[in-house]
């Protein structure tokens, strides 16, 4: 549910700043594939005995359910209230904001259901798709389990994620015991203060898709011919999500946190060097030139602005 949340219930960041990007003819593609998942598994009665056990049930929740909801999201950017819609359809994940403050704005997303960021341990590994994702968070993350909470009227267990190291944020999480789903998200810098809180306040009628999802799906981790020579421990390149174009962007995540890194020549007005807010994220730009040609280098993530910078600076183009 992370990866939906941060990926589509908030506004897409980078497209907010209008990037082109413009793609460097990939040189060759590697296919992964995904096992299908077992909705029925989410419905266990068997209560999780661990926080990694509740992050990789939350996981697996946020692709299993349908549901409609309202939320509120608080950042830099100010209050916004939302409704939420989440189905499955023959495989297909159809997600939809609505934006209830100022214009009406409604968003839609289309995904393969099942669909995870790529932690999956070596092949002939006995752990599935989302423990491997629960695992690779907590080799950075320390988590802890509170197992009282309560959000929009439902019982919840909380789980808080200190990161280990000073080069990512704090988060806390919120997640339904009756569902699995995620009802809460909280992120907060080094000194505690909340960058930004994502919260359901009405979930309305989960109901459990009846079947696997996610059976044979193959991704692609398309190469391009620019590389990162730094980012920071456990951040993994996620492969391109089936069905989209290929472009001259990259994704990394640490299973919390996402960074996104585009790059394209200069070829369009330039957005200007340096570091900027843009409400919970921060972007990194920076220019460079291989021989004659000029390049635009963005990042946009959710990550301290220094480190953000230092990764952008670290994008090294082949000449």
């Known amino acids: 549910m992370a990866t939906a949340r941060k990926s589509f219930w908030g506004v897409p960041l980078a497209l907010a700043w209008g990037l082109v990007v413009v793609s460097l003819a990939p040189s060759s593609v590697n296919a992964d594939a995904q096992p299908a998942i077992a909705c029925s598994a989410v419905a266990d009665d068997s209560v999780p005995d661990s926080a990694q056990a509740w992050l990789a049930r939350s996981m697996v929740a946020g692709h299993c359910y349908d549901f409609q909801a309202r939320a509120v999201t608080i950042d830099a950017l100010g209050v916004r209230t939302l409704a939420l819609s989440h189905r499955i359809r023959e495989g297909v994940r159809q997600q939809v904001v609505q934006h209830l403050d100022g214009p009406s704005v409604s968003i839609e ?3 393969i259901a099942g669909y ?4 999956t341990p070596e092949e002939g590994g006995e752990l599935s798709a989302s423990q491997a994702w629960a695992e690779h968070v907590a080799s950075h993350y320390d988590i802890s389990l509170q197992d009282n909470a309560r959000v929009a009227g439902r019982d919840a267990v909380e789980l808080r994620f200190s990161p280990r190291d ?38 309305q009628s989960p109901s459990l898709y009846e079947g696997n999802v996610a059976g044979d799906v193959s991704t692609e981790r398309p190469s391009h011919s620019w590389q990162v020579d730094w980012l920071p421990e456990g951040f993994i390149a996620q492969p391109q999500e089936p069905g989209q174009a290929v472009t001259n962007q990259r994704v990394y995540s640490d299973g919390l946190a996402a960074v996104s890194l585009f790059v394209s020549p200069v070829e369009q007005p330039m957005l200007e060097e340096g570091v900027h807010r843009l409400g919970v994220s921060t972007a990194a730009i920076s220019l460079v030139s291989e021989g004659e040609q000029r390049w635009q280098l963005v990042g946009v993530g959710e990550l301290p602005p220094d480190m953000l910078q230092r990764i952008v600076q670290s994008v090294r183009i082949a000449p």
């Open 166 to 203: 000073q080069q990512r944020y704090l988060h806390a999480w919120w997640v339904d015991k009756s569902t699995g789903l995620l009802l809460k998200h909280v992120m907060s810098d080094h000194q505690e203060r909340v960058l930004e809180t994502f919260q359901i306040t009405q979930l």
């Open 116 to 119: 995870m960021a790529s932690f």
């Open 109 to 111: 997303r289309r995904s």
